[in-house]
């Protein structure tokens, strides 16, 4: 041997080409010699230097801007975890390679799988971090994010006066290109509005210019003399990649939500842990029930014990017609989107009795049932607190002559929600035990006058296989258990819609909402004045427009921000709200049309029941403390990817299409297809401890 070569004898026949043979004994003695040789000296391919291993965790270098804190707030939201760095903390770690990458059995660590940065030169563009971090990315092959920057040539843009533009964006409506749609952003359908939802205040600003080589843009505007100018799109220089956004937004703000996305997707290379979705689920509290009409003339609703001057009963309730019940089914059908009846069965009965024996709506709903989902409200929709006090405005909780809180008993607790399910029962309604909403969330906390939950509450959901019981958003946005029993039930936040329970009509809507968002000098009650969480209107809504013109946007708006933040939360109306007017279908038709608006039939909406929603807050809040804990191990070799999380924990996971996870015996296509990626809730299978996917190749 020489040099590692091994040399063949000189003699021996020539081929007929002229190169000569060997004999066959020198032939087999060679071939012996060289698998000898290579158990000894590595090939050149062993040679290399190993896979690199790549952390699934985002670096984020924040300067504390609204763009950084948007993608922080989806990074955040859909469990991806991160490191932040606070430039402006002077005490902030420095970046420099040791703090980058090092060495972990014997393989070079990537320790973040992206980067996002306020802008490309956010340490300065002659500093050592900017160096660091940069030969960091070309190393590994880490993508940046350039959060909000201009449009010039260092990010791969002309200069917005070589043809571009630059200024304020509210209004303006963006195309996704072909590029965007084959890439990031393919799960939006094509265009994107930008909100303008104050003409007298500059919502967005930004700089739309002209790619140079090496740019290709995602999304783009048309400019002046024809053509298109960039606003997000990806720069390739110098071995690295970055992601340019040059328009300002906060995480709020619609075309943010819309893109955010794509964001991370292009970001992690489609590999990440975290998962979201877009959610919409609508119940429909007080089905077979009567809700009392607010008066226009008294500012109150007749029935409630703080309207003063009104009899103590409520005339002319509001109630769903047969009709309505008809509608209801028919729109259903024609939105293609479910609705939760929460139901009062007693209360149903009730108005049967008094109204001679018949009662068609629900005959009607019950016809229907199977087209709808149902949910437990409790037999007659009583207050289950504590004992209410009403000689007082605001009402109190009683107390007995120790001093002691007068509480609604387990027992009646017990039958209310026991009658109502067997009610259901009887009447052929699917309806899930687990599952339960109690008249205005009572029984739970009520502040300010009751501050504690009702002590009897938590056995009485026990005694009737309640898991998941309903809470109020505005008031408790975070899930909580209910009592301290292993196994006791949670609860499952909703948000309120601002269509109000006690109005039939638009006018009664519209006169009911001055009411409460106009200062006393406009007529109004002034509680928008007094409450540092709200506005007063700058004038009344006309009553005849104002719910249309106003009230409908605006609260779409909102509904559809819930939904476009990866919340599960449901939302929760009135029957009354399907009645009369029917003022609820104005909101949802229009929730329905801005969201196929924005996006791709690969990103339908997900209407989940209350025990789905219940499940994945659960699963978030486990997950985001395993997180906090830094009890999560996650990392990518070649196309590899590893994942050990503490027992019992669910790891969530976003991958790219064509993804297998390792079973015991062999692989399973992962998760679910979402937007166009695969993702899932998912744990290691039997005899496993780490959760193992194989990525795609191409």
């Known amino acids: 041997m020489d040099s590692g070569r091994i040399r063949t004898p000189r003699s021996g026949p020539r081929t007929r080409g002229g190169a000569r043979t060997a004999p066959r004994t020198a032939r087999v003695a060679a071939l012996a010699a060289a698998a000898l040789l290579a158990t000894v000296v590595p090939s050149a391919q062993a040679l290399a230097a190993p896979v690199p291993r790549v952390d699934l965790t985002v670096l984020v270098v924040d300067d504390g801007g609204s763009a950084v804190g948007a993608i922080t707030a989806e990074l955040k939201g859909a469990g991806v975890p991160y490191r932040r760095i606070d430039l402006n903390d002077p005490n902030r770690p420095v970046l420099d390679t040791a703090f980058l990458s090092d060495t972990l059995d014997g393989r070079p660590r990537a320790k973040y799988q992206g980067v996002v940065l306020p802008h490309e030169t956010a340490f300065g563009p002659d500093s050592a971090e900017h160096t660091a971090l940069q030969a960091y990315e070309r190393t590994f092959g880490i993508p940046q994010v350039d959060a909000y920057t201009w449009s010039h040539p260092g990010v791969g843009l002309d200069y917005t006066n070589e043809g571009g533009w630059s200024g304020v964006l509210d209004g303006t409506t963006a195309g996704i290109t072909a590029a965007g749609k084959a890439g990031p952003f393919q799960y939006l359908a094509g265009a994107l509005t930008f909100e303008d939802n104050d003409p007298s205040i500059a919502e967005s600003y930004g700089y739309a210019g002209r790619p140079r080589a090496g740019y290709t843009s995602y999304v783009d505007v048309p400019v002046d003399g024809g053509g298109r100018a960039s606003l997000v799109g990806e720069y390739t220089a110098d071995g690295r990649r970055e992601l340019v956004v040059t328009f300002a937004y906060n995480q709020y703000q619609r075309q943010f939500r819309a893109l955010a996305r794509g964001i991370v997707e292009w970001l992690t290379q489609g590999v990440h842990l975290g998962q979201s979705r877009n959610y919409l689920s609508v119940h429909v509290d007080d089905v077979f029930a009567p809700d009392a009409r607010w008066d226009t003339g008294l500012d109150c609703t007749p029935g409630d014990f703080d309207c003063v001057g009104d009899d103590g009963e409520g005339a002319n309730p509001i109630r769903m017609t047969v009709a309505d019940a008809q509608y209801a089914a028919a729109w259903q059908k024609s939105s293609g989107f479910t609705l939760d009846m929460v139901y009062n069965g007693g209360q149903g009965e009730q108005w049967k009795t008094e109204h001679g024996g018949a009662d068609p709506l629900t005959d009607r709903l019950v016809a229907d049932r199977a087209q709808y ?16 006090d009403n000689a007082v405005v605001p009402w109190q909780c009683a107390k007995d002559a120790s001093g002691k809180t007068l509480w609604v008993s387990r027992a009646e607790l017990s039958a209310q929600i026991r009658d109502n399910h067997n009610w259901a029962v009887r009447k052929g309604i699917s309806v899930d035990r687990s599952e339960l909403v109690t ?14 939950d009702n002590p009897n509450l938590a056995g009485a959901l026990a005694d009737n296989g309640v898991k998941w019981t309903a809470s109020d958003n505005s008031r408790e946005p975070q899930q909580r258990t209910v009592g301290t029993a292993s196994g006791a039930a949670k609860t499952v936040p909703r948000h309120p819609m601002n269509v ?21 000098a406009d007529g109004g009650s002034g509680i928008c004045e007094s409450n540092p969480a709200s506005t007063c209107l700058p004038a009344p809504l006309p009553t005849a427009t104002g719910y249309a013109d106003h009230i409908v946007p605006q609260e779409a708006r909102i509904a559809l921000s819930h939904v476009l933040g990866n919340d599960p939360r449901p939302h929760y109306v009135h029957q009354s709200n399907l009645a009369e007017e029917r003022l609820l279908y104005p909101v949802l038709d229009r929730v329905l049309a801005d969201y196929r608006g924005l996006f791709a039939p690969s990103a339908p909406l997900v209407n989940p029941a209350q025990r789905d929603v219940g499940t994945e807050l659960t699963r978030r809040a486990a997950w985001d403390q395993a997180l906090a804990a830094g009890k999560v191990t996650a990392y990518r070799i070649g196309t590899a990817v590893t994942i050990k999380a503490p027992a019992g924990v669910i790891v969530p996971v976003t991958a790219p299409e064509g993804t297998r996870k390792r079973l015991l015996l062999g692989t399973a296509v992962f998760g679910a297809p979402y937007a166009g990626t695969r993702s899932a809730w998912t744990a290691p299978e039997l005899l496993q401890t780490s959760v193992t996917l194989t990525l795609p190749t191409a």
């Open 439 to 452: 008249g205005e969330h009572s029984g739970l906390k009520t502040l300010p006058q009751q501050p504690v």
């Open 373 to 388: 989902r149902w949910i437990n409200h409790t037999y007659t929709h009583p207050f289950l607190g504590c004992v209410q």
């Open 500 to 520: 109000y329970y006690n109005v039939g009509t638009a006018a009664e809507m519209t006169d009911e909402y001055n009411w409460v968002y106009t200062s006393r």
